[in-house]
């Protein structure tokens, strides 16, 4: 299935901080010597997330956090424009196997359950559950939430047309799919950074 995946800091860096806690979980199962359905289902997801990674657009650019890495020649790339001119950010039509969006939410549902059952053993110990857990549910959460986002029709046919995978490119969005696309973006940037005003405003300032 196709997915428009933005060119989005934001996003990247909480698909990335994935890898480290679904590492941790394969680990500490992996090391009670017992195999279980939850220690399958985590490493079909870490699998599928490592796909998803692979084939996300300019991912190296993101991939050190701390220094820029040159983006490879074979990258799509192209700068998007409204009828006005102005330059918006970039969306890119990816097709993801329904198979890894699959995985990646089937461990998503285990996380969720898990919350809970930690929060009812909390609740009986007086205690709180682990915040990391929480944590890493909610930027799951909130990362299927955009891989899942159903793209606008007219929007990602005008994109797979007009956005080549060879060379760098221009597109312009005539007026009525540009309002898709700021529909789009704002559900995008909700998903992601809503719960921190500060946050979300300095989010939103990117599709502006």
């Not at 996003?11 to 901080?17: E, G, I, L, R």
């Not at 590492?23 to 939850?38: A, I, M, V």
């Not at 799951?140 to 899942?148: K, N, Q, T």
Request: with cysteine; charged share 25%.
């Amino acid at each position: 299935m196709y997915v428009l995946v933005p060119d989005d800091p934001v996003f990247f860096a909480k698909f990335q901080s994935l890898e480290e806690p679904l590492l941790r979980h394969l680990y500490q199962l992996h090391s009670e010597g017992l195999e279980s359905d939850d220690e399958r289902i985590i490493s079909d997801a870490y699998d599928s997330w490592v796909q998803v990674l692979l084939k996300l657009p300019l991912w190296s650019r993101w991939h050190t956090p701390d220094t820029p890495a040159d983006i490879s020649d074979d990258e799509p790339r192209y700068t998007l424009h409204n009828a006005a001119g102005d330059q918006l950010t970039s969306l890119y039509p990816t097709e993801l196997a329904a198979a890894d969006l699959g995985h990646l939410t089937a461990c998503l549902d285990l996380f969720v359950e898990a919350g809970r059952e930690q929060r009812r053993g909390a609740k009986q110990a007086a205690g709180e559950p682990p915040e990391g857990e929480r944590a890493l549910t909610d930027v799951l959460r909130r990362v299927m939430e955009v891989l899942l986002l159903p793209c606008p029709e007219g929007l990602l046919h005008t994109l797979r047309r007009a956005v080549p995978p060879e060379s760098a490119a221009s597109v312009t969005l005539p007026v009525e799919q540009e309002a898709e696309y700021r529909e789009f973006c704002e559900e995008i940037v909700t998903i992601l950074s809503s719960g921190d005003p500060f946050a979300f405003r300095s989010h939103r300032a990117m599709y502006l």
